[in-house]
T-cell receptor, first 113, second 117 residues
Framework: DTGVSQNPRHKITKRGQNVTFRCDPI?????LYWYRQTLGQGPEFLTYFQNEAQLEKSRLLSDRFSAERPKGSFSTLEIQRTEQGDSAMYLC???????????FGDGTRLSIL | AQKVTQAQTEISVVEKEDVTLDCVYETRDTTYYLFWYKQPPSGELVFLIR??????QNEISGRYSWNFQKSTSSFNFTITASQVVDSAVYFCALSEAQGGGADGLTFGKGTHLIIQP
C-alpha cells in the first residue's frame, strides 16, 4: 500500500493556460475524489468516481474543469483557461467504497501568475 | 444542506495540557457519518476517526478521545497530555448517507492547534 500519489506537487502557470493534474489512488480502492483547498479553509468537494463512472459533481466545478478516470485506476483533473481564482491546493482521495474513510494524497498546489 | 462549524480558529496550549476541539454539524439526514482529520505542516490530511450517526459511544484511542452527542449535534475531539507533535490543523467533516452531496465530505474550516514546549 503506497498511498495516494499526486503529480505534480506544484504547478505554476500563467492565467489563461490549461493545466492537468494526475492522481493515482490506493490500488484496491474503487472510489476516487477530488477536492480543492484554499488557504485557511477546509477542503471543498469537487467530484468523485466509482471505478470509471463520475457520479457526482459539485456546483464548484465550472465548465472549465473536467475530470476523468478512464480505466478506473488513475484520474486526471484538467482546468482550461485558468483564472486567478483557481489558485489553490487540489487534493485527491480514495476509499474502498462509499462512506468509508477517505485517504488523501499530498495534493497539487496550483499558482496562477 | 449540510454544514460543519469549528468555531475555534486557533488554540494554543502548553505541552502536557489537555485540549478539546469543538465540532458542531447540521444535517437533515438521519443517517450520516462524521470524521476527524489531521493536517500537519507537511500538508497531507491524515484520517483519525469515523463515526456513524447510530453509534453514540465515545471512543478512546491512546491520548485521543471523541465525544459524540446527537442531542447537541456535536462531535468533539479531546487530546490528553498534548505533545508538540500534535501541532496541526484539525478538521471535522460530515458525509450524509442520502443527501444530494452524495459521497463527498463537507469539512469545517479547521482548528489550528499549537502545542508550545
Amino acid at each position: 500500500d503506497t498511498g495516494v500519489s499526486q503529480n505534480p506537487r506544484h504547478k505554476i502557470t500563467k492565467r489563461g493556460q490549461n493545466v492537468t493534474f494526475r492522481c493515482d489512488p490506493i490500488s484496491e480502492h474503487n472510489r476516487l475524489y477530488w477536492y480543492r483547498q484554499t488557504l485557511g479553509q477546509g477542503p471543498e468537494f469537487l467530484t468523485y468516481f466509482q471505478n470509471e463512472a463520475q457520479l457526482e459533481k459539485s456546483r464548484l466545478l465550472s465548465d472549465r474543469f473536467s475530470a476523468e478516470r478512464p480505466k478506473g485506476s488513475f484520474s486526471t483533473l484538467e482546468i482550461q483557461r485558468t483564472e486567478q481564482g483557481d489558485s489553490a491546493m487540489y487534493l485527491c482521495a480514495s476509499s474502498l467504497q462509499g462512506r468509508q474513510p477517505q485517504h488523501f494524497g499530498d495534493g497539487t498546489r496550483l499558482s496562477i501568475l | 444542506a449540510q454544514k460543519v462549524t469549528q468555531a475555534q480558529t486557533e488554540i494554543s496550549v502548553v505541552e502536557k495540557e489537555d485540549v478539546t476541539l469543538d465540532c458542531v454539524y447540521e444535517t437533515r439526514d438521519t443517517t450520516y457519518y462524521l470524521f476527524w482529520y489531521k493536517q500537519p505542516p507537511s500538508g497531507e490530511l491524515v484520517f483519525l476517526i469515523r463515526r456513524n450517526s447510530f453509534d453514540e459511544q465515545n471512543e478512546i484511542s491512546g491520548r485521543y478521545s471523541w465525544n459524540f452527542q446527537k442531542s447537541t449535534s456535536s462531535f468533539n475531539f479531546t487530546i490528553t497530555a498534548s505533545q508538540v507533535v500534535d501541532s496541526a490543523v484539525y478538521f471535522c467533516a460530515l458525509s450524509e448517507a442520502q443527501g444530494g452531496g452524495a459521497d463527498g465530505l463537507t469539512f469545517g474550516k479547521g482548528t489550528h492547534l499549537i502545542i508550545q514546549p
